[in-house]
C-alpha cells in the first residue's frame, strides 16, 4: 500500500531517506543519531569534528556515516 508523504511519520520518513543530515543543536546529536541509525537512514554530521557520539566506545561512525565541514556544506551533494 503507497503511503502519502503526509501519513508517514518521523520514522518512516527516516526509513524512506537515504541520508539524514544531523546539525548539532544545543543539547548535541544524540537523539537525532539513534533516531537515524534506527531509522536505516545515513548520518550526515555537519560540525568540525565529531566527538562523544552516542555508543562512540563500539561504533565505527567512520564505517557508516558521512562527517561534512559547515564549510563544505555548499559541496554537500558532491560529497555524498
Known amino acids: ?4 508523504k503526509e501519513e508517514l511519520n518521523y ?3 527516516l526509513k524512506y531517506s537515504k541520508f539524514c543530515v ?3 543543536g544545543t543539547t548535541g546529536w544524540a ?13 550526515v554530521f ?3 569534528m565529531i566527538t562523544h557520539s ?3 566506545d563500539l561504533l565505527n561512525y567512520h564505517a557508516f556515516s ?3 565541514h559547515p564549510l563544505e ?3 554537500l551533494e558532491q560529497i555524498l
Do not use: N, W
Not at 500500500?1 to 502519502?4: D, Q, R
Not at 537523539?31 to 548520518?43: E, N, Q, S
Open 66 to 68: 558521512v562527517q561534512v
Open 73 to 75: 556544506l555548499h559541496k
Open 54 to 56: 552516542p555508543f562512540y
Open 22 to 24: 544531523l546539525s548539532m
Open 1 to 4: 500500500i503507497a503511503l502519502e
Open 11 to 13: 520514522f518512516d520518513r
Open 31 to 43: 537523539t537525532r543519531t539513534i533516531d537515524t541509525i534506527y531509522g536505516m537512514c545515513i548520518p
Open 46 to 48: 555537519v560540525q568540525e
